[in-house]
C-alpha cells in the first residue's frame, strides 16, 4: 500500500520532474520544497541539517547519470557448481561511501542501499548513483518498499521515503528501540530491545498485535502472508508461530515452536519461504534448514557466519556474510559460492576473516540479486546481461537547489533570510520559492511537509544573508520562522 495518494494530485504530477529539456516550473518547484522534509525537535522547532542538492525525477527509459562508472568487474565467472542458482554473473562493484547496512530493489527496479546515517538509490544498469539523502541511525537489514514507498525502520520509529526524490515524508514512532525487522506485504513486524515483537498493518500503520518474546530480538522472518513469524532471540533459542487471524487484543498467545542450530551462539539470520513452510537459521558458522510441516532438520555446513538470508525459490536461497554470496541448495543443504569465490569487492578469494557482506536482495523473477559490504561497496549479479534497452529504470537526476535559514525581517514583500552553514546560495536575480515547514496527523502517521508561501525574487545575496522580494503580500511571516529557499539551477 502507497500512501502516496495522501497528497494532492498536483503535488503528485509535480513530482514526477519536468520533461527533458524543458524549463523547471513552479510546480517542480514547489514539489521539489514538498519533498525536502526533514524534522527534529529543537527549542526553536525542528532542525534542518546541512542540505545537499535533492533531485526531482524525469521518467525515461535509461537513467541518465553523470556519477564516475562503476569499477569493471574482476576477470571471474560464476560457479560452475550445478544448482541454477549459482547461474549468476556480476554486472558491477560501485562504492556507496557509507557503511552498508541494508540493500532493497526499488519496484521499478533500481537498487537502493541504506548505510551509516545516508540513503542512495543507484541504476540498475550500471551501479551509478541517482540520489542520496540522509537517514537516521538504524540496524542492519532493516528497510524495505511499502507500496513505491522505501520503509526504514530506525531505532525509535519508522520513516517512510517518498520518491521521486527519495525525501522524508512522513513517520510513525514505535515503543523501545528497534533491533530486527521483517516485511511482509501489508505487513511489517519490529523486534525492540524491550523484549517485544510488535506487528503493524502498513496499510494504516495501526498495530495489529504485540508479542511477549522475553528477551532482545537478533533477527525476525515473516511468511509472504503475514501469518508465520520466526524470531531469534540474543543469547537464547529462538522460535517460530503461526500468528491467528484478527487484531490479537485478546490477549491469546501463540503457540511456540523452538529452533535451535547446536551448538553455536545465537542465532543473528533467518529466512522463511513464501509459504512459510521452510525455515532457514543461522547462528555463526553453524546454520540448519528446518521443513516446520514435517518437523525435520538438515544442516548446512558454512565456514563464515551469515548476516543476511533470502529464499530465492522453495528450492534455494542466498545468502550473504564472511563467506561472501552463496547459493545454499534447499533439497541436500550444501552450499556453493556465487562468483566463484572471489570477492567482488577486493578481488581475492575469501576466507574466514574476509569482508562482511550485510545487505542481500533478490528481485521477485530472480534476474538480479545485489549484496551491500560494511567497507561500503554494493555489488549486483544478473542471470543474464543487465538490458540497457529495457524501460526499467527509475530516472534522471534533474538540476535543483534549495536553502535553509531562518527569517531575519519581514514587512510587506520584502524579506530576509539568514541562510544555514554551508548552504548553497542561489544568484541575485534568481526566481526562487519560499517554503515552510509543517507537520501534521493523518492516522498514525506524522506527516511532514514543506508548504509553499510564494514566488521570490533574490534582490541580493550579502555572504550569508538573502534579501528577497515576494510576488504576492504575505499576512505574515514571524521571527525566527524556519524556511527554505528553492530555485532552478
Known amino acids: 500500500m502507497s500512501r502516496r495518494g495522501a497528497a494532492p494530485a498536483a503535488a503528485r504530477r509535480a513530482l514526477a520532474g519536468p520533461r527533458r529539456g524543458a524549463r523547471p516550473t513552479r510546480a517542480a518547484l514547489v514539489a521539489l520544497g514538498l519533498a525536502l522534509v526533514l524534522a527534529g525537535a529543537t527549542a526553536c522547532g525542528p532542525e534542518v541539517p546541512p ?65 551509516s546515517r545516508r540513503l542512495s538509490v543507484h541504476a540498475r544498469t550500471t551501479g551509478a548513483e541517482i540520489l542520496a539523502v540522509d537517514a537516521c541511525f538504524t540496524f542492519a537489514d532493516a528497510i524495505g518498499f511499502v507500496g513505491d514507498e522505501l520503509a526504514v525502520v530506525c531505532e525509535d520509529g519508522v520513516e517512510l521515503y517518498s520518491f521521486a526524490a527519495a525525501s522524508w515524508r512522513a513517520e510513525r514512532k514505535i515503543p523501545g528501540h528497534a533491533r530486527a525487522a521483517a516485511f511482509a506485504p501489508g505487513r511489517l513486524a519490529v523486534g525492540s530491545d524491550d ?42 533459542d529462538g522460535f517460530w508461530v503461526d500468528l491467528p487471524a484478527g487484531s490479537g487484543e485478546d490477549g491469546a498467545s501463540p503457540e511456540r515452536h523452538a529452533v535451535h542450530v547446536p ?46 538470508a533470502r529464499f530465492a525459490t522453495p528450492a534455494g536461497l542466498v545468502t550473504a556474510g564472511a563467506d561472501g554470496v552463496l547459493w545454499v541448495d534447499a533439497e541436500d543443504g550444501s552450499a556453493h559460492s556465487i562468483g566463484g569465490g572471489v570477492s567482488p569487492l577486493t578481488g581475492e578469494r575469501y576466507d ?56 531575519m525581517t519581514f514587512g510587506g514583500r520584502r524579506a530576509t533570510v539568514k541562510a544555514l552553514p554551508r548552504e548553497p546560495l542561489p544568484a541575485a536575480g534568481a526566481h526562487a520559492h519560499v517554503l515552510r515547514y509543517s507537520e501534521r496527523r493523518e492516522g498514525e502517521l506524522t506527516l511532514l511537509e514543506w508548504t509553499d508561501v510564494g514566488a521570490a525574487t533574490v534582490d541580493a545575496v550579502d555572504k ?5 522580494t515576494l510576488t504576492d503580500k504575505l499576512d505574515a511571516l514571524p521571527y525566527d520562522t524556519q524556511v527554505r529557499i528553492s530555485w532552478a539551477r
Open 352 to 407: 574466514a576473516e574476509g569482508t562482511e557482506h550485510v545487505g542481500l536482495a533478490l528481485d521477485a523473477g530472480g534476474r538480479l540479486l545485489c549484496a551491500g559490504a560494511e567497507s561500503g561497496k554494493l555489488a549486483c549479479y544478473a542471470h543474464v546481461r543487465i538490458d540497457p534497452a529495457q524501460p526499467f529504470a527509475y530516472g534522471t537526476a534533474r538540476a535543483a537547489t534549495t536553502t535553509g535559514g531562518r527569517v
Open 51 to 115: 542540505p545537499r542538492p535533492l533531485p526531482t525525477a524525469h521518467h525515461a527509459a535509461l537513467p541518465e547519470v553523470t556519477a564516475e562508472p562503476a569499477t569493471p568487474a574482476p576477470a571471474t565467472s560464476a560457479s560452475a557448481a550445478p544448482s541454477a542458482g549459482t547461474a549468476l554473473d556480476l554486472a558491477w562493484v560501485v562504492d556507496t561511501g557509507a557503511h552498508n547496512k541494508a540493500v532493497s530493489l526499488a519496484p521499478w527496479g533500481d537498487v537502493v542501499a541504506l548505510g
Open 195 to 236: 523484549g517485544k515483537v510488535r506487528l503493524y498493518d502498513t496499510g494504516t500503520w495501526r498495530e495489529e498485535r504485540s508479542l511477549e518474546v522475553g528477551a532482545v530480538p537478533t533477527a525476525l522472518a515473516l511468511s509472504a502472508d503475514g501469518r508465520r513469524l520466526a524470531v531469534a532471540l540474543e543469547e537464547r
Open 464 to 468: 550569508d544573508v538573502l534579501r528577497l
Open 263 to 308: 551448538p553455536g551462539p545465537a542465532i543473528g539470520a533467518l529466512a522463511l519461504t513464501a509459504d512459510g513452510h521452510l525455515l532457514f537459521a543461522a547462528g555463526g558458522p553453524r546454520a540448519a534448514l528446518l521443513d516446520l510441516e514435517r518437523g525435520t532438520t538438515r544442516a548446512v555446513r558454512l565456514v563464515g557466519g551469515v548476516a543476511t
